[in-house]
């Protein structure tokens, strides 16, 4: 399986793509501003897409992926996110306001988008791999995903803060490879962090305690204007991970 960092940033600047990954090429996570770097070809081999949560640093691209690939496809989008999620889409993005309802339009005999709803716990299988929402805390409604099918499994947080049900459900994972968790802003920003459902890295060395798999951890979702801050200060935990920073542009296969 190939799993490639669109982007991970927690906002843009200095050309930081917000959250998207692209799992082989044909399933999509997340539909931040790293959506746009990729070509028009491949934009339209995208068959699925999972949402995490409603924020717009994670769906900003996802009214212009359905807009730009509509006449070049022979099927829907099928959207997938818990119920809140594509509520809110529904309520403020495809609403004919913000953006047309691309439910209600169709190309030849399809519509553009469909959506359906994704019940935590219950993974959904596209070929040989398979997406589990897992519940994390978030200031809106927030899942997490656990990814199987390749040589081992993948769990990615984006976005998170002190979660105490996503801890079991992590370590009951055998085949556990990777995690890539948030941490959005340095120590100083504790505050906001507790205000706005996100992790800085004494709050991650916390979380990271309850962890009881031997996994690689990665780092998404750093405030660009924090970046190094945050990095130093995660250097200085007394973790016994090797935490590294995902990039846009890196590229997992497993
Ligand atoms: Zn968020
Ligand atoms: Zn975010």
Redesign the pocket.
Known sequence: MRFQVLGCS?SIGDHYK??SFLIDDDILLDAGSGLGTLALDSLRKIDHVFLSHS?L??IALLPMLVDATLSLRDKPIVVRGIEPTLETLSEHIFNWKVYPDFRKIFSMDHAAVKFEVLEPGTPVAIDSRSLTAIPVEHSVPTVGYHLSGGTGSLVVA??MTVSEGFWPIVNAIDDLRYLLIETAFQNSRLNICKDAGHLCPSLLGEELRKLERAVEIFIV?TKPSAKKQIQKEISALDSTFEIRMLADGDVLEF
Do not use: Q, V
Request: proline share 0%; no cysteine.
């Open positions: 927690g917000t959250t924020h640093d994670h984006t976005d979702h």
